[in-house]
């Protein structure tokens, strides 16, 4: 019986953050090693680390850290009954934990791309029994319309951007939670969103470091280089400079969540609109008529360019920026 390496699990889980019974005691319902075609001692299995689970020729899963799906979990704000999507469900390890967390009345739907960790999360969930959890084999851009609308969407992939079926798909006051790849600077912040009636609010969690999503979450660097390349041509010369003070990670990160708009190329890292572009070089150098960028560096400024990790950022429901502000300011 592994149960006793399940409580030394859940011990230091406990000793990451102060999280509810319920998600504790879920951990312990679940064996971790049969998620994984590898095999890994005891010890290494239930140590609060990052374990990888499965290979197919260059792509790997990974069963996330589990303290930081526990806090994940504590921060989407899962409960008995909920129905909850998982983005990016691997073989299935973190799924199987949420399924009893919401309990027999609630639903976990993963989502999942790679037909081969789709195929084993599927073969392990029939093994173990649980009941309440679906995986579904699809890009998870899409979420999954049918069981919509959902409590909570938890991402354990970092993904380039919040898809607008997500928001569609979630109910008003729901939230979700996971990491933002922002792979022009190469960091992947976590943040969380909640669906108000009328807008989408997101504070910063943690740093982490995930997977990259492929597919649909993850070639938006190529979709603003090609926005890019048709407008570059257009403009020889800056017209101004924004100027930004703040470190290029806090700028870069802050434009690239505020807009969805950056990519990188040859090492510089660019701003795409559709009449104009910006470079960034300790500021940003503006070519062409630039609006959004404007707008962003405006509302920003008036918080006194604070961290990201102090910001509260707010979209309409179709992930438009509206606005910044400190976030323990209403
Ligand atoms: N939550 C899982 C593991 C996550 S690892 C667990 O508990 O074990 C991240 C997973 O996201 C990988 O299996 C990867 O194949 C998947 N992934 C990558 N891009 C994706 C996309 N666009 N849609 C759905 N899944 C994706």
Known sequence: MTRSWREWLVRQISLAGDFDERILNAFLKVPREVFSEFHYDLDVVYSDNVIVTAKDGDSYSTSSQPSLMALFMSVAGLKESMKVLEIGSGTG?????????????????????????????VEVVSKLGI??????????????????????????????????????????????????????????????????????????????????????????????????????????????????????????????????????????????????FARWKSGWELFGRMELIKNIAGEWAKTGFIPITLLKFRYDHRMNFRGVERWDET
């Not at 492929?214 to 660097?221: D, E, F, P």
């Not at 100027?243 to 870069?252: F, G, M, N, R």
């Not at 802050?254 to 104009?276: Q, T």
Request: aromatic fraction near 12%; glycine fraction near 8%; charge should be negative.
């Open 93 to 121: 390890y973190n799924a199987c934990v949420m399924a009893h967390v919401v309990g027999e009345n609630g639903l976990v739907v993963g989502i999942e791309s790679n037909q081969k960790f789709f195929k084993k999360s």
């Open 131 to 276: 009941q309440n959890v679906i995986f579904v084999n699809e890009d998870g851009f899409y979420g999954f319309e049918k069981f919509a609308p959902y409590d909570a969407i938890v991402v354990t992939v970092a993904v380039d951007r919040i898809s607008r079926h997500w928001i569609e798909q979630l109910r008003i006051g729901g939230r979700i939670v996971g990491p933002i790849d922002v792979y022009t600077i190469d960091r992947q912040p976590a943040f969380v969103f909640e669906k108000t009636s009328d807008s989408i609010v997101a504070k910063h969690l943690v740093e982490t470091k995930f997977i990259k999503a492929g597919g649909l979450l993850g070639n938006l660097n190529e979709t603003n280089l090609k926005r890019l390349s048709k407008i570059e041509k257009t403009f020889s010369a800056p017209v101004e400079f924004l100027s930004v003070p703040a470190s290029s990670y806090e700028a870069v990160g802050v434009f690239h969540v505020a807009s969805w708009s950056l990519c990188e190329r040859s090492g510089w890292i660019y701003f795409v609109e559709d009449e104009g």
